[in-house]
């Protein structure tokens, strides 16, 4: 088991994203290996105890670890600035790990109003049900969330840059009122990725992703992600809210977690809840995100570049009302964007009010012919739906209001094709 403690932290995100966390002088193949194994041989059976005991790290069975998702893993932790990572089935397990490794059965969350759909109903409905209860503040007004947190508050979640409401978080606002109480901050940064953005540097203490974004880039798997923090053992050592890293855990020998010198929130995801509920990546999905990893840098520049350039052209156009995309200038996040984001680039996602009804919003759509009607994001190609009747098609109408989803909104991915063929696309749709 490794803890994807880096050395090459000084080398650039574009070399690691390429090379870390894997030695292919001893392996001789230039491609991670897919290693399609479900449990692993020991030496002796005094290895075997070792590795079960944890005084020695080493591969037991592939729900707990596997060599390519290792190095998945350390590319990851180090292109965050973290100290370790674990892969997940997707990034709604990914996210399930990351609050119920803090909380339990009458414990709460505090949750932004501005999130992902599935987390929403996963944090709202699911966990509820498990006894833990979500709360929700505005992430575009912090004046509340302190008198919000109690002695069970476990843990903060927001998206830096929310999907699919373009709103982007004051992070070191946030993270500075969370340290006061010495409650964990979890960012989802799956849409600004670690490439336009590291939460770490402004005080966060773990990191979600969905892989099947961005990251693996190619809209061909499903994956996920939890990153911990440098020294964040010290924030949960002998801290009350986090008794359950301090005190003996019977399921493993009365191992206490805070007594082992291994990044302790990952440790336990890995060694209890991974363990337990089994929602690990597969290889060869992890395999395939590695290739998608390794263009990350290049593709996420030219779907900022490519998505501005969309962004001023809608904004230019006599059938548009309205433009949401935090690399304008005069986008309502664009302070944020610059303090935040990697040369206040903002990802492919951009969505516009149309000029008409719902019924010729949904026109629009249907008018394209480059861009797919899907509901993804963070593919190479470009995607375009419409919210209200499709992801969020469950809300009333008052709460479609409360969110900001209009009847004659469209959402954008931009895609990596050439700009002038997507311009071209939307003009016609768009209409005179
Ligand atoms: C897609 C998405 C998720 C969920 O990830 P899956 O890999 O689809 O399970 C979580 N957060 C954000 C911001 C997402 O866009």
Redesign the pocket.
């Known amino acids: 088991m490794s803890t994807n403690q880096s050395s090459n932290k000084k080398l650039g995100k574009q070399t690691n994203a390429i090379h870390f966390g894997y030695d292919k002088d001893s392996q001789q193949t230039m491609s991670v290996p897919i290693y399609q194994t479900t449990a692993y041989a020991f030496d002796s059976s005094l290895q075997a105890s070792n590795r079960f005991s944890l005084q020695e790290l080493g591969n037991i069975y592939s729900r707990l670890t596997n060599p390519t998702c290792d190095v998945l893993e350390k590319r990851l932790s180090v292109l965050e600035g973290g100290a370790a990572s674990i892969v997940t089935a ?4 990914a ?1 399930f790990y990351a609050i119920t490794n803090l909380a339990g059965s009458g414990d709460n969350v505090l949750v932004a109003n501005k ?2 759909g ?2 929403t109903t996963l944090l709202f409905h699911t966990l509820k049900r498990f006894g833990i209860k979500a709360i929700e503040f505005d992430i575009d007004d912090l004046s509340t969330l302190e008198s919000k947190i109690d002695s069970k508050t476990k843990a903060i979640f927001f ?1 830096t840059l ?2 699919p409401q373009i709103a982007v978080a004051d992070i070191e606002a946030l993270t500075s009122i969370a340290k006061k109480h010495k409650v964990i901050t979890i960012a ?1 940064n ?2 600004a990725t670690p490439i336009l953005c590291n939460p770490f540097k402004h005080g966060v203490d773990v990191i979600t992703h ?4 961005y990251i693996s880039g190619q809209g061909s798997v ?3 992600a939890v990153i911990e923090r440098e020294g964040l053992n010290e924030l949960i050592k002998d801290n009350p809210r986090y008794a359950h890293f301090n005190e003996p855990d019977s399921s493993y020998h009365g191992l206490v977690y805070t007594s082992v010198p291994l990044p302790n929130y990952t440790l336990r995801i890995r060694i209890a809840l991974l363990r337990d509920i089994g929602a690990t990546l597969s290889a060869f999905n992890a395999w395939l995100v590695i290739q998608g990893l390794e263009t990350l840098a290049l593709r996420i520049k030219k779907h900022s570049k490519n998505a501005l350039k969309i962004a001023k052209f809608l904004a230019s156009h006599p059938k548009v009302e309205s433009v949401s995309y935090p690399a304008l200038e005069s986008d309502r996040y664009h302070a944020l964007a610059k303090k935040y984001f990697y040369k206040s680039y903002s990802s492919g996602l951009v969505s516009f009010v149309y000029k008409g009804s719902e019924e010729e919003t949904r026109k629009v759509v249907d008018s394209t012919s480059i861009f797919s009607i899907v509901v993804n ?1 963070g593919d190479t190609k470009s995607l375009i739906v419409h919210p209200a009747s499709t992801t969020h098609s469950q809300l009333s109408e008052s709460e479609l209001k409360e969110v900001g989803i209009l009847p004659n909104l469209i959402r954008l991915s931009i895609g990596i094709e050439d700009f002038k063929d997507l311009k071209e696309d939307l003009e016609e749709a768009l209409g005179k």
């Open positions: 997707s990034g709604s397990a996210l999130i992902y599935g987390s998206e929310s999907n989802d799956t849409v969905s892989l099947s974004k499903l994956a996920g994001i």
